[in-house]
């Protein structure tokens, strides 16, 4: 999809090189790095779009990059590149709906596909109900002419409320929808989203709210 950006964090230089050139020719706006400690420098949320991650890097393991980086609020899709065979179980366990793994060597199109089809799937979710809307590109919350940003994890909790409106969705579910697969999220920590959404939704104007069923979860009044 043109005009996103993509961060490669890649060592191999030759490999790194192709991508960078690759991708930008597929119309991504590309940064590259060589590590993790770089990748975890360089990337801050909402300033991209999809990471394609290297699972055998020099200083870490891309999985844990991955998780570092879910840690500084960047909620999006990652592609990881793995050397053929390594697919175990931790790595498949590991898989949130916003991954993909692609083993080494792979043709560049089939990467361009995948990470196509990854980005387009976090950008079709877009919801609305009643007077509210969220916008899946720059993750904000719309009411009427008022708009709010929402930090990724509130954007997939608020979009996950509003796609079962009236009904209890519960804190697991919630858990599931707003953070990676396998984070381990306190009872507080969600609710501690649940009032910045709250206030959030005060905030742009909306009729509607999010009420406590107790125990059990939240749902979209
Ligand atoms: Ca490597």
């Known amino acids: 999809m043109p005009g996103h950006r993509v961060l490669v964090v890649e060592d191999d230089h030759g490999l790194r090189d192709v991508l960078a050139r690759g991708l ?14 770089t990748a975890l420098r360089t990337a801050r949320p909402g300033e991209v779009d999809g990471v394609v991650l290297d699972i055998g890097l020099p200083d870490a393991d891309g999985r844990d990059v991955c ?5 500084r609020g960047i909620d999006v899709p990652v592609l990881f590149l793995t050397a053929r065979g390594a697919l175990g179980d931790r790595l498949s366990g590991f898989a949130s709906g916003g ?17 196509t089809a990854l980005l387009r799937r976090a950008v079709d979710q877009v919801t609305v109900v009643g007077d ?3 916008d ?5 919350l719309l009411c009427g002419d008022s708009r709010v940003a929402l930090s990724p ?6 979009a996950r409320l509003i796609g079962a409106p009236g009904a209890v969705v519960r804190r697991h579910e919630l858990v599931t929808a707003g953070w990676p697969h396998g984070a381990i999220v306190s009872e507080n920590t969600l609710d501690q989203y649940v009032s910045k959404l ?9 009729d509607h709210g ?9 749902r979209l009044v």
């Open 24 to 37: 930008r020719q597929a119309g991504f706006e590309v940064t590259t790095v060589a590590d993790g400690s």
């Open 67 to 71: 998780v570092a980086l879910r840690a």
């Open 99 to 115: 991954d993909d793994y692609l083993p080494k060597p792979f043709a560049f199109p089939e990467l361009v596909a995948r990470l």
């Open 132 to 134: 509210l809307e969220l």
């Open 136 to 140: 899946p590109v720059s993750h904000a």
């Open 153 to 158: 994890t509130e954007f997939r909790l608020l």
């Open 198 to 206: 709250r206030r959030k939704l005060a905030e742009v104007g909306s």
């Open 210 to 218: 999010i009420e406590a069923a107790r125990g059990v979860g939240f």
